[in-house]
Every structure is written in C-alpha cells, then in structure tokens.
C-alpha cells in the first residue's frame, strides 16, 4: 500500500527533529574521544567539533584511573536497584489496597494520598532532610538498649568497602528510604488494577486463596507491564538523581555518579572529554534497562487511556 504524498512530506520534518535530538548525544561521543581540549577549539568549526583530528579511546580507561569511578558505578546500582526494587514492591501493595480491597473512606483516603502529588519536591526536601538527621537521636532514645552511636560509626570504621554510617545523614539509608514510596508509583498501578477482572478476585476466594495469595498469584503476573513501567521510570529517576544525594552526604565513599562527575571538574577548568566519557559510561544501565523492558513499556504507557 503506498503512503499519500502528503504523508510523505509531513515525514521529512519528523525525520529533521528526530535527528536533531541525536546531535547532543553524537556531540558527546565525539566530546568523549577528543584530545584535552579539544573539544573546546573553535578553529575547526563544527565539523571540527563534531569530529575530532583524533580519536583518543583511551578515555574511557582513564576515566577508571583519575577517579573511583568503580565505587561511583557500585553505589549507583545497589542504591538504584533498591529503590527500584522496594519502590514497585510498595507501590503494588497500596495499589492492591486501593483498588481490589473494600474498606471505609477507601476512596477518600486515595484522593488525599494524591493529593500529595501536587505538593512539589523542593518544599519536602528540608523536612525529610530534618527527619533522616535526627532519626538517629530519635531511635537512641526510644531503644536505649542498642548502642546506636557505634553502629552509625560502624561503616567508616571498615576498610573496605566503606558504607557510610547506619542511618542518618551519610548513609545508604538516607539514600534509599525516602525513595521508597510515591503517590506516583501507587497511582499508576492502582489504575493498572483496576482494569483487571473482579471475577478473578472471587475465583480465587473461592478457591480458598486469602488477600496476600491472590495478591501475590493472580495479580500481580497479570500486571507485569504495569511493573515494568513503573520499574523503568523509578529506575531511571534513581540513577539520575543528583540533589539529594548531594544533601544527605558529605563522603566521597557514597558519591553516587552524578556526584561523581563533578570530580572532572577542578577550579581552574573542566576536563570534558573525561567527563563525556563517564557521562557514556552512565548511560549503559539506562539503555539495557530500557531494552529488557521495553515490550512491556510500551504498553504499560496506555494504562487507563481506554475504559471499557
């Protein structure tokens, strides 16, 4: 079947944009395998910009040795992957409460819950900032028999690796927790929920399967590309978090990778062809992320968009 000459046309400026989004990223290979300032030199123009006189693989190595990247990329992948874990695990739980339980003010509490997405991110900052510093002091007091002081000492006592105290501000705790659980994540997959059929709710209670069984056998296989959408965006949004991490820690121990390329840049100047080179690097997990969930992705994405 041939596609309508004015079809074609409305093409030609979609393929335009679709390949002006792929500069930047071409921009920073090039960036990345560019000598020590080069990228910096106007004499080349933007030819010579966008293709350097020489190719200088050897970034990418050096981008290993300069700084403790290694330890950037660990704590990147334990931090991003259990939020990313227990994210969708409690956004599965409230979802299922919302939408296959009945209870009073259920619906109440949902639209309130929501609420919450309005409030913005920056206005919340300094009170969960408050409440992770004085967790420590809090659970001193509360649970006197354990010496708290000396576990939130216990990881800058180790040699290796160094995890940071045990909650608190410089800690894994600190990092991970308040990630932990979002109206988002709820909202998403309680719609997910909801199109699925009650029958199978009373199939399973017939059968003798409890809230957790039904939950844990029947719902949650069924809302596999709700999960992976959820998983992939939390995912994404851990790994590339930057402020937060930068305001509960102070080691160097717990930079995550976004902290870490601040490490190219010094006083009197930037080093951009390692930091594009690490910038590539960072990029890894989100493509393979994306890859494995992307059947699921696509169609977790019209959640709620048709009804009935």
């Given at each position: 079947m041939k596609m309508p000459r004015l079809a074609v046309l409305w093409h030609v400026p979609l393929m335009i944009a679709a390949l002006s989004m792929l500069l930047p990223l071409a921009f920073m290979f090039t960036t990345a395998l560019s000598e020590p300032g080069q990228s910096l030199?106007?004499?080349?123009?933007?030819?010579?910009?966008l293709w350097p006189s020489t190719w200088r693989w050897r970034n990418f190595a050096e981008v290993w040795i300069q700084v403790p990247f290694l330890r950037y990329y660990i704590n990147s992948l334990l931090i991003a992957g259990t939020i990313t874990v227990t994210h969708v695990f409690t956004s599965a739980c409230a979802a299922f409460a919302f939408a296959r339980l009945r209870w009073r003010a259920r619906d109440a509490i949902f639209l309130a819950y929501l609420a919450t997405m309005m409030v913005p991110t920056a206005v919340t900052m300094i009170p969960n900032f408050i409440i992770v510093r004085f967790i420590p002091d809090v659970l001193s007091h509360g649970?006197?028999?354990?010496?708290?002081?000396?576990?939130?000492?216990?990881?800058?006592?180790?040699?290796?690796?160094?995890?940071?105290?045990?909650v608190g501000l410089d800690s894994y705790f600190a990092?991970?927790?308040?990630?932990?659980?979002?109206?988002?994540?709820?909202?998403?997959?309680?719609?997910?929920?909801?199109?699925?059929?009650?029958?199978?709710?009373?199939?399973?209670m017939i059968d003798g399967c409890g809230p957790w069984r039904t939950f844990f056998k029947i719902i949650?296989?069924?809302?596999?590309?709700?999960?992976?959408?959820?998983?992939?965006?939390?995912?994404?949004?851990?790994?590339?978090?930057?402020?937060w991490p930068l305001v509960v820690t102070s080691q160097d121990s717990l930079r995550t990778l976004p902290l870490g390329l601040q490490a190219f840049q010094g006083q009197y100047g930037t080093e951009w062809h390692l930091m594009m080179?690490?910038?590539?690097?960072?990029?890894?997990?989100n493509v393979v992320i994306f890859a494995i969930g992307q059947r699921f992705f696509?169609?977790?994405l019209t959640v709620g968009a048709v009804k009935g």
């Open positions: 030199r106007a004499d080349g123009g933007i030819l010579g910009l649970l006197p028999w354990i010496d708290w002081s000396a576990l939130r000492h216990l990881g800058p006592s180790l040699a290796w690796p160094k995890v940071g105290r045990f990092l991970t927790v308040p990630a932990m659980f979002s109206a988002y994540g709820t909202f998403l997959l309680r719609q997910f929920f909801l199109g699925l059929p009650r029958e199978l709710d009373e199939a399973a949650l296989p069924l809302a596999t590309p709700g999960l992976a959408t959820l998983g992939v965006f939390t995912f994404m949004a851990a790994w590339g978090g930057l402020l080179a690490a910038a590539l690097l960072m990029l890894i997990p696509l169609s977790g």
